[in-house]
T-cell receptor, first 114, second 113 residues
Framework: DSGVTQTPKHLITATGQRVTLRCSPR?????VYWYQQSLDQGLQFLIQ???????AKGNILERFSAQQFPDLHSELNLSSLELGDSALYFCASSPALLGRDTIYFGEGSWLTVV | AQSVTQLDSHVSVSEGTPVLLRCNYSSSYSPSLFWYVQHPNKGLQLLLKYTSAATLVKGINGFEAEFKKSETSFHLTKPSAHMSDAAEYFCVVRLGGYQKVTFGTGTKLQVIP
């Protein structure tokens, strides 16, 4: 158990809908990352937050947004969903921003868009 | 800029034989390097990491990796494969500060009984 908690574990929704994925980082970790893993794209970095502020942005679509709250949990919002958004979404956390910090991954949220 | 290349998308070994998963990186600065393992339908688990201390790093489940600056490599090895090692392995490079983490494309390890 990495200590990173993601909910829901599985989600099935229809095209055009909006969903929110939730992540609780490890206790004390200030940095949160979101990744998307799909069969055709592999593991893609979406976005990183540190102590409530956005710090790095990857291949995140404009239909997607995220935030980190004062209690350090984070949410990834996916809107106007398309079939191609079906993927496993990982949240990860690390203590700070240091390069040597280990990044710990949650078990992921499986999103299926039908 | 930084990048990481996993040279093999699939590796197949027999149970009890050595494992070698190759990773090369490109970085302007001294990076931190990690190997993660992902079993089917599971999250990513840290195997080991290099952070500028000893160049030979020992990880969990008998895996180890050696940082070779001259070859810009961080290959993952294990002396004897076990069936439970069948999974996908990701090499990761990270710089300090606010740089995002860069993942390799992954290597799927198959272990044949």
């Amino acid at each position: 158990d990495s200590g990173v908690t993601q909910t829901p574990k599985h989600l099935i929704t229809a095209t055009g809908q909006r969903v929110t994925l939730r992540c609780s980082p490890r206790s004390g970790d200030l940095s949160v990352y979101w990744y998307q893993q799909s069969l055709d794209q592999g593991l893609q970095f979406l976005i990183q937050y540190y102590n409530g502020e956005e710090r790095a942005k990857g291949n995140i679509l404009e239909r997607f947004s995220a935030q980190q709250f004062p209690d350090l949990h984070s949410e990834l919002n996916l809107s106007s969903l398309e079939l191609g958004d079906s993927a496993l979404y990982f949240c990860a956390s690390s203590p700070a921003l240091l390069g040597r910090d280990t990044i710990y991954f949650g078990e992921g949220s499986w999103l299926t868009v039908v | 800029a930084q990048s990481v290349t996993q040279l093999d998308s699939h590796v197949s070994v027999s149970e009890g034989t050595p494992v070698l998963l190759r990773c090369n990186y490109s970085s302007s600065y001294s990076p931190s390097l990690f190997w993660y393992v992902q079993h089917p339908n599971k999250g990513l688990q840290l195997l080991l990491k290099y952070t500028s201390a000893a160049t030979l790093v020992k990880g969990i489940n008998g895996f180890e990796a050696e940082f070779k600056k001259s070859e810009t490599s961080f290959h993952l090895t294990k002396p004897s494969a076990h069936m439970s090692d069948a999974a996908e392995y990701f090499c990761v490079v990270r710089l300090g500060g606010y740089q995002k983490v860069t993942f390799g494309t992954g290597t799927k390890l198959q272990v044949i009984p």
